[in-house]
């Protein structure tokens, strides 16, 4: 089992930024596969960004690339998503999930075997 908890969610002006963490926690393991997706209302939840725990590969959504950046601390066993440049269109709870399985990042959300309880991010315009 992986518990996954996100902060860093909340109310921040167009153009400006937010920092989301996701504490990991439990059976974690280097080979894992951290995404970060959003869903806003009425909409499906939607792959943002991944990132390999071990090599620090990492993979965007065409919509947040040159923006978002995803990272992770080992030591912390925390994963970030680095936001920049909001945009109202980016209004949505943002969930971190863990896959264990897979070797390339996903964009199915399927492939992912852990979820965190989400954080709302709201960009105002």
């Known amino acids: 089992q992986v518990q996954l908890v996100e902060s860093g969610g909340g109310l921040v002006q167009a153009g400006g930024s937010l920092r989301l963490s996701c504490a990991a926690s439990?059976?974690?393991?280097?080979?894992?596969?951290m995404g970060w997706f959003r869903q806003a209302p009425g909409k499906e939840r939607e792959f943002v960004a991944g990132?390999?725990?071990?090599?620090?590969?990492?993979y965007y959504a065409d919509s947040v690339k040159g923006r978002f950046t995803i990272s992770r601390d080992n030591a912390k066993n925390t994963g970030y998503l680095q936001m920049n440049s909001l945009k109202p269109e980016d209004t949505a709870v943002y969930y971190c999930?863990?896959?264990?399985?897979?070797?390339?990042?996903?964009?199915?959300?399927?492939?992912?075997?852990?979820w965190g309880q989400g954080t709302q991010v709201t960009v105002s315009s």
């Open positions: 439990g059976r974690t393991s280097s080979s894992y596969i």
């Open positions: 999930a863990v896959d264990r399985a897979n070797f390339r990042i996903e964009e199915r959300t399927g492939a992912y075997d852990y």
């Open positions: 990132i390999r725990w071990s090599g620090a590969i990492t």
